[in-house]
């Protein structure tokens, strides 16, 4: 029942967001929001940029690109010297090359992949001033690109679709800055760390037992990286970690955070383009989805896990293997797929430990593209990508030149889509495919049989997707993994953001054409079945063979161990 | 390009100062002004209320150690107190593979990463099956797995109550009063549906001890 009366408070806490926050978004982005100006203008000063100069899309993508490569730089060297910097209470030396190179890719590209341990790596310093940095600025890149494509969308013969500067910037101030301060505090409140103290030793008379505590700023950090679906936490087990999501109630705020900036901008979007049932559509498609792969994970992880039936313990609160017994099997499930809908990445669970099905929840919700409702951002501008694929197959159906808010969908945008729509499996799946015929490749896997093959296709999809969720079993601080995770983040990320952009750009170019009998809709039932058909089919095609040497073998070996 | 190489340094450089620095100072500043306890661990004189701690080694004169306290989940446990499995394997730059090496060992959290379909979790499983028995014991889930960090403070009241006989015949308080005490030391769900409601081993211990005199 517990479960029941969690999904209610879940649906209704995010309806809430998906108005509320849907139509304040809409209102800072078309810079009716203005409390800030007074620190918002003489930043635009400095940068000798305003609001009223807006870019074309090659300029907005010129600027994204750009930025977030100064950005890897100055992250790269600044946690290559973390030891000579300071805020460093337990004497860190630098970061490796390898690890440093996938870890500032990771952060940049709003994956949060970690192929180190918080604690046991990183600086305060890097923490702070590299990382924590990331989790507001490439969310905050991720919803700008979505805004900008939007604006193609909604406007008519228009060159310019938005200047990146000032939609970042507005962002970061009006929308992730005060909620994630907010919510640190709850965090902090309920029993998460925020201090720069360093560890602290405590020994227990009761049981002879001296122990080292970690400590660290985890409070304040969990917030925005969940806000903008990062997921990189600030510990190694992540939201696992007691310090940094202590009790049920932060997990669920956590779980908040993740998804409502994702569901809020579907209203957003129908806001912009002055059709908020265009934006229901995309919400309910998301839906729709999520529920689905809610369901059946959190019924997989409810089934005891067969090693322990195995070893004679019968279980009536499921597969307890790598859970904190405070959340217990479903929440945990609930918030695993909730992390890989989107692209947070987070875990308060072990998913190499999921149940086989379990942990195909997870596995084949980054495959679906992470659109439901998918990150910040990239999870509207990649649902629009699919949007598109799909008027145009209802437009081959119908034999019509296919519209989508009255901006005719030509070869032009179906290639953009298409390729976008490519470009993921395509790198997930080659580079899946040398690891595993690789030495290097091959020694990643910590389990034996179909259960490690699983792992490195996690790997390699959720890098691809930009997700950051593991199957931590794999040891992925080598040379090979850390620069293949690097380069699949990198084309990942900006090998759909730059198609995305290039629609954005030549849909506002367009007249609109005015709806007539012969067109096809697209905001009805059949449309939102069209459009999860297609992202389902895409998927599912792709990874099919793929997924059924991981999980699907592994679950229909009965009774055998590896 | 030289503008948006420009634009970007000034933009790296103010949105490390407000995003990173002056936004976890001030987050800083807040939690110690008004949550200094949780801020700093939630320490009480034995630990942190917050992270688990291996009771298994517990002297108890006159029975097998760890046999008079409450146990928590076994993350530290048999097959994972060895670290030595892991030796070689520094826990920096380790993470994927983290042992559970949590206390004890500076700066670890960690989970055992095996698969449902493992042989080597199987035969862990079987070990610490073994374990309870020999404790007479009959153990619950949760006291054959290892959680999400390998730091879980809690059991559940279910896992408490598995371990009674075991706390009760080493003693000598009666399992009618343990329970007593279980009971009193169960948290319910936050809002009273989220998550599960669980004991938190060190305050059941410590709440134990002062029954003992």
């Known amino acids: ?562 | 390009m030289i503008t948006n190489i420009r634009r970007s340094i000034v933009t790296v450089l103010a949105f490390t100062v407000l995003f990173g620095f002056l936004y976890t100072f001030a987050g800083t500043g807040v939690a110690q002004a008004f949550f200094r306890g949780q801020a700093n661990g939630s320490l009480t004189a034995n630990g942190s209320r917050l992270i688990g701690q291996d009771w298994s080694k517990t002297p108890c004169p006159g029975h097998l150690p760890g046999s008079c306290v409450f146990q928590g989940r076994p993350d530290n446990l048999g097959p994972y107190s060895d670290i030595g499995r892991y030796k070689g394997d520094s826990p920096v730059g380790h993470p994927g593979d983290n042992p559970l090496v949590a206390n004890g060992v500076a700066g670890g959290s960690g989970t055992t990463n095996l698969g449902p379909r493992s042989k080597e979790l199987l035969a862990y499983t079987k070990e610490l099956v073994a374990y309870w028995k020999a404790r007479g014991v009959s153990p619950t889930p949760d006291l054959v797995t290892t959680s999400a960090s390998g730091l879980d403070p809690d059991i559940t009241p279910q896992d408490a109550d598995a371990e009674i006989p075991m706390v009760s015949r080493a003693t000598g308080i009666s399992p009618a009063r343990l329970r007593d005490l279980v009971n009193q030391q169960t948290q319910g769900r936050p809002l009273g549906f989220l998550g599960s409601p669980f004991v938190n081993v060190l305050q059941l211990n410590e709440a134990l001890a002062k029954l003992r005199g």
């Open chain 1, 1 to 562: 029942m517990g479960f029941f009366w969690t999904i209610v408070l879940l649906i209704v806490t995010l309806g809430l967001a998906w108005r509320f926050l849907g139509s304040y978004m809409a209102a800072v982005f078309d810079g009716r929001v203005t409390f800030l100006g007074w620190l918002e203008r003489p930043f635009y000063r400095l940068l000798g940029t305003s609001p009223d100069r807006e870019q074309s899309w090659q300029r907005y993508a010129a600027s994204t690109v750009v930025f977030s490569g100064v950005f890897l730089l100055m992250g790269y060297v600044l946690m290559r010297i973390q030891g000579s910097l300071p805020l460093n209470p337990q004497h860190f030396g630098g970061v490796t090359q390898s690890l440093d190179f996938n870890t500032i890719a990771s952060f940049v590209t709003n994956t949060n992949w970690q192929n180190y341990g918080g604690e046991t790596t990183m600086s305060y310093f890097s923490q702070i001033g590299v990382l924590t940095v990331q989790q507001f600025v490439s969310a905050a890149v991720g919803i700008a690109v979505a805004i900008a494509v939007t604006r193609g969308f909604s406007r008519r013969k228009s060159p310019t679709i938005g200047n990146f500067w000032v939609d970042i910037t507005r962002c970061l101030l009006y929308i992730l800055l005060p909620i994630a301060f907010v919510a640190g505090i709850i965090m902090v409140g309920q029993g998460a760390v925020q201090t720069l103290a360093g560890p602290v030793s405590i020994h227990d008379a009761m049981n002879g037992v001296s122990q080292t505590i970690p400590r660290g700023p985890a409070g304040f950090m969990g917030p925005i990286m969940q806000l903008g679906t990062n997921g990189g936490g600030f510990f190694n087990v992540d939201l696992g970690h007691p310090f940094e999501n202590p009790t049920a109630l932060t997990n669920f705020v956590y779980m908040w955070l993740t998804l409502s900036i994702p569901f809020a901008l579907t209203y957003t979007f129908g806001k912009m383009v002055g059709s908020v049932r265009h934006g229901v559509a995309l919400l309910v498609a998301m839906v729709l989805i999520f529920g689905t792969w809610v369901g059946f994970t959190a019924y997989a992880e409810h089934q005891n896990n067969p090693a322990v039936a195995a070893a004679g313990v019968h279980s009536t609160v499921g597969n307890t293997e790598g859970k904190n017994s405070y959340f217990g099997d479903t929440t945990s499930a609930l918030f695993n797929v909730s992390m890989t809908q989107t692209s947070d990445g987070a875990v308060d669970s072990s998913t190499d430990s999921y149940n086989p099905i379990g942990g195909f929840g997870p596995l084949s919700g980054m495959m679906l593209g992470e659109v439901s409702p998918g990150g910040v951002g990239s999870g509207l501008y990649t649902i629009l990508l699919y949007a598109v694929i799909a008027v145009f197959i209802g437009g081959l159906m119908i034999g019509r030149t296919p519209e989508y808010l009255g901006k005719k969908i030509q070869a032009r945008e179906v290639k953009l889509a298409g390729l976008a729509a490519l470009v993921m499996p395509i790198t997930v799946l080659v580079l899946t495919a040398v690891a595993v015929s690789l030495h290097a490749g091959r020694a990643g896997p910590l389990n034996a049989g179909p259960h490690g093959f699983s792992e490195i296709l996690y790997a390699f999809t959720s890098q691809g997707n930009n997700n950051g969720s593991a199957m931590a079993g794999l040891s992925g601080n080598t040379t090979f993994y850390n620069v293949l995770g690097g380069i699949d983040m990198l084309i990942g990320r900006f090998g759909i953001l730059i198609p995305a952009l290039a629609l954005g750009g030549a849909l506002a170019a367009k007249n609109v054409v005015p709806a007539s009998l012969g067109t096809f809709r697209t905001d009805n039932g059949m449309f939102i079945g069209l459009t999860i058909g297609v992202i389902v089919i895409i998927g599912g095609l792709t990874f099919f063979p793929a997924v059924s040497l991981g999980p699907i073998v592994e679950q229909l070996s009965h009774g055998k161990f590896f």
